[in-house]
């Protein structure tokens, strides 16, 4: 059982589409993170939240706690946003990560 | 700053030998974590340390010890290398546990023929 679901796995996007990655998770949590994986294998965080919503340049993200759904906002999106954007939860002493979403993003 | 490095980037091990892979941060953190990456796997957690003096299991820690040497030095140990242990290993360190960011090194590929 996956604690961490995303969906899609994989998306291709024209240059300066709106893009939306979709994370749900089964866990009682205490944050949820977006990292980002780039080609080369490191790994960045770009979120960490816990309610509501948190902006950084064309990036949003957004939490239901409810629902228990996060998604990640691309707006403007770039190919230099091609990467995997990784969902992860924490639950005070565990973090469970999702497997991915691989984003390409054409000229 | 460094941020957090490990070592070494790359290591071929044979069936039965055993290594250690070396962690460090320079950013005053007190938790660290060893994460490996499979495909179609997501990270899992090995193993963490809350803080300097502590470390617990994680997810899967079968076949791996730890040590967290000081505050900026968290090291992982393969004693007995097996095929299902060929990965990418990653550390990571945070200012705290959960509700603080990790920072992630750049990972070792380790392969286990």
């Known amino acids: 059982k996956n604690e961490v679901e995303q969906s899609p796995q994989n998306l291709t996007a024209q240059e300066g589409e709106f893009i939306t990655i979709n994370c749900s998770y089964s866990?009682?949590?205490?944050?949820l993170h977006w990292l980002q994986q780039h080609p080369g294998g490191g790994i960045v965080s770009l979120f960490m939240?816990?309610?509501g919503k948190k902006k950084h340049g064309r990036l949003i993200a957004t939490i239901n706690i409810q629902e228990k759904h996060s998604s990640l906002h691309i707006t403007a999106s770039h190919p230099r946003d091609s990467a995997v954007y990784i969902c992860?939860?924490?639950?005070?002493?565990?973090?469970?990560f999702g497997t991915g979403t691989s984003l390409t993003v054409i000229p | 700053n460094a941020g957090v490095t490990q070592t070494p980037k790359f290591q071929v091990l044979k069936t039965g030998q055993s290594m250690t892979l070396q962690c460090a941060q320079d950013?005053?953190?007190?938790?660290m974590y060893w994460y490996r990456q499979d495909p179609g796997m997501g990270l899992r957690l090995i193993y963490y340390?809350?803080?300097?003096?502590?470390?617990d299991k994680g997810e899967v820690p079968n076949g791996y010890n730890v040590s967290r040497l000081n505050k900026r030095e968290f090291s992982l140990r393969l004693e007995s290398a097996a095929p299902s242990q060929t990965s990418v290993y990653f550390c990571?360190?945070?200012?705290?546990?959960?509700?603080?960011?990790?920072?992630f090194g750049p990972g070792t590929r380790l392969t286990v023929t």
């Open positions: 990571a360190s945070s200012y705290r546990l959960a509700l603080y960011e990790q920072y």
């Open positions: 340390s809350a803080s300097e003096g502590t470390t």
């Open positions: 992860a939860a924490s639950t005070g002493n565990q973090f469970y």
């Open positions: 866990v009682g949590i205490s944050a």
């Open positions: 939240l816990s309610s």
């Open positions: 950013m005053n953190h007190n938790s």
